[in-house]
Nanobody, 126 residues
């Protein structure tokens, strides 16, 4: 089993930057592919970004491409989501997730992930 804990959410103004962190405990962190998802009120959970076990492959949703950056530090068991040029439509609960079955690949479907954090709220005001 793995436990994921997100942090770094908050209330920001449009145009600001914010960095989310997700620390994972349990199995060796480098054995997981990692992803970030978000869910806005009344909407389905959406893919945001993913990174493979080594950090050599990354993928982003079109809505955040060029503004968000996913990275990981395997020595710290942590994955990050740097969010720049925030927009009100980025308001959501952000979840990190771990994929134990295909860590070398990029997965954009939530169903591919085995473990999830509790989420952290990001609110962007206009």
């Amino acid at each position: 089993q793995a436990q994921l804990v997100e942090s770094g959410g908050g209330l920001m103004q449009a145009g600001a930057s914010l960095r989310l962190s997700c620390i994972i405990s349990g199995r060796t962190f480098s054995m997981y592919g990692m992803g970030w998802f978000r869910q806005a009120p009344g909407k389905e959970r959406d893919f945001v970004a993913a990174i493979n076990w080594s950090g050599g492959s990354k993928y982003y949703a079109d809505s955040v491409k060029g503004r968000f950056t996913i990275s990981r530090d395997n020595a710290k068991n942590t994955v990050y989501l740097q969010m720049d040029s925030l927009k009100p439509e980025d308001t959501a609960v952000y979840y990190c997730a771990a994929d134990r079955n295909s860590p070398m690949l990029i997965e954009t479907s939530g169903g591919a992930y085995d473990y999830w954090g509790q989420g952290t709220q990001v609110t962007v005001s206009s």
